[in-house]
């Protein structure tokens, strides 16, 4: 590897202002730099873990594409991981003189504040809209607002406010529009090309300068906390009060964030986040779409990836059942050598995975799924949006020409101490007929595959009934047969 340049600041621009810090610690979030450092309280804490939306600021990058700004979560967001970015608060948003701003105007004329606790951080959510969509539906307006809570305000009149926003100005001549060209410079001009260091010691934080930087450091240093959107990350310190250092931020580093299809096989970087996949994935394999419109709101959407969500092991994961259930394979590299595995073999134990020393993930590699297959993921929650998961099914079936079960893959999250197959259900329905008799005798191999717990998302019994049930969906809506058992609808679809 050729040799690295070390830089022992990070740079980045807030609001209108170049900023390098060459003092960080590793777990300092964005939020408490912004209210403590530099006095812009706009930006509030609520739940410090990425729920309520109190926190959002926008973040502008410089990809493929252009300069792209999305909305995040201040509370988990480090500032570590700003190197390059364009950080804009609710205090950079300016009218003309004497003026509101057309969102917070609108937001005023329309009722949409109250206590006004949260309403910068809607402010800054709905302004992020309106740069992507200045006239915007109903169902982009409810998708834009996921992660932003109120509870006191309701949200018809915030509704109503972001349908007005264009009356009050035009987005085309937004600061962030009209500037456009002259911050992609000045963030271009941020990209030397060099490993940023600071910290010594264990407390310490490194944002390598390319894929083969990181497989380097990370060679040398296993033990480090390997950082992408923090979207979990984060509530170890926020909520954990977790030791993380030393860190790696990895989430811009470009040869992680490329998605691509050969041959029928969509591969993505570990540093894709949901937002970046969801075009491709959604329109190749649409049964994804409506599951990524539920994982957590647009901030958590945009920061997390699909790479971290696997690597975390968590058993209620939303991306690994579907991934396994489509037949995805894994790609693990240490230092220079790479392996690749099917992504149902690196789930061992409770936090165990198939990850040696100094290996990270790489990319994850999906099957298109052919012609005439069927394949179907539902998510089952307390609430609709912005909730974990209490259990998850994924599907995927082939069926032979005489309408038996050629191949079939079921894989659950939330059933086990991992995401994993229900390899005695499929056993009962692989070569049998597809039909209700058979998926009727299936069900009682339930109880080989899993043994769930019970918690506070949900009991023992409620997930037993419901994995069941989800089969039952399974065949009903591949079949369009009615049946005379009744499909659980407790899981909000």
């Not at 967001?77 to 105007?105: I, K």
């Not at 240093?221 to 990895?250: N, Y």
């Not at 699909?306 to 590299?333: F, Q, W």
């Not at 609430?383 to 050629?406: K, P, S």
Request: proline share 5%.
């Amino acid at each position: 590897m050729a040799k690295v340049n070390i830089r022992n600041e990070i740079r980045f621009i807030l609001n209108g202002r170049d900023v390098a810090l060459s003092s960080v610690a590793p777990d300092t979030t964005l939020l408490d730099w912004l209210r403590l450092d530099r006095s812009l309280r706009g930006t509030k804490e609520g739940c410090a873990e990425g729920d309520c939306g109190a926190c959002t600021v926008l973040v502008g990058k410089v990809s493929a594409g252009g300069l792209v700004y999305e909305s995040v979560n201040a509370c988990i967001r480090f500032l570590g991981s700003l190197d390059g970015t364009h950080v804009v608060t609710v205090e950079h948003l300016r009218g003309l003189p004497g003026q509101l701003y057309p969102v917070q105007q609108a937001m005023v004329d329309f009722h949409g504040s109250q206590c006004g606790f949260c309403t910068p951080g809607f402010i800054m959510s709905l302004y992020g809209l309106w740069m992507r969509s200045s006239d915007p539906s109903n169902a982009t307006i409810e998708k834009a607002l996921q992660g932003n809570l109120c509870r006191c305000t309701g949200y018809e009149a915030i509704m109503r406010a972001a349908h007005a926003i264009s009356s009050y100005g035009k987005a085309a001549k937004d600061p962030l529009a009209a500037e456009r060209e002259a911050i992609t410079a000045r963030l271009d001009a941020m990209h030397d090309g060099a490993r940023v260091e600071i910290g010594d010691g264990k407390a310490r934080l490194v944002v390598p300068a390319n894929v083969d930087d990181f497989a380097a450091i990370l060679d040398k240093e296993p033990t480090a906390t390997i950082v992408a959107g923090a979207t979990d990350v984060g509530l170890w310190v926020t909520k954990h009060m977790r030791d993380i250092s030393p860190v790696i931020f990895i989430g811009n580093l470009d040869g992680l964030c490329t998605i691509s299809e050969d041959k029928g096989v969509i591969s993505i970087g570990a540093g894709v986040t949901y937002t970046e996949a969801f075009s491709t994935l959604s329109k190749r394999i649409p049964a994804l779409g409506p599951l990524f419109d539920r994982i957590g709101g647009e901030q958590v959407r945009n920061m997390g990836t699909i790479g971290g969500n696997i690597a975390n092991g968590s058993p209620i994961g939303d991306t690994p059942p579907p991934l396994i259930a489509l037949g995805a394979r894994l790609t693990l590299r240490r230092g220079k050598k790479r392996r690749t595995i099917p992504l149902q073999d690196f789930f061992i134990a409770y936090g165990k995975q198939d990850r040696q020393p100094g290996e990270f993930v790489e990319a994850v590699h999906v099957p298109v799924p052919a012609k005439g297959a069927k394949f179907a993921v539902y998510k089952i929650t307390k609430r609709r949006d912005e909730d974990i998961t209490a259990a998850l099914g994924a599907f995927f079936l082939t069926l032979a020409g005489d309408g038996t079960v050629a191949d079939i893959r079921i894989a659950y999250g939330g059933m086990a101490a991992t995401p994993k197959r229900a390899s005695a259900v499929e056993n009962a329905l692989r070569g049998k007929p597809w039909t209700e008799a058979t998926v009727e005798a299936a069900m009682t191999e339930y109880a080989r595959d899993f043994t769930p717990l019970t918690d506070m998302r949900a009991s023992a019994e409620y997930r037993a009934l419901a994995a069941k049930n989800l089969l039952l969906r399974f065949f009903v809506e591949t079949t369009g047969t009615r049946t005379p058992f009744q499909v659980s609808r407790n899981e909000a679809a």
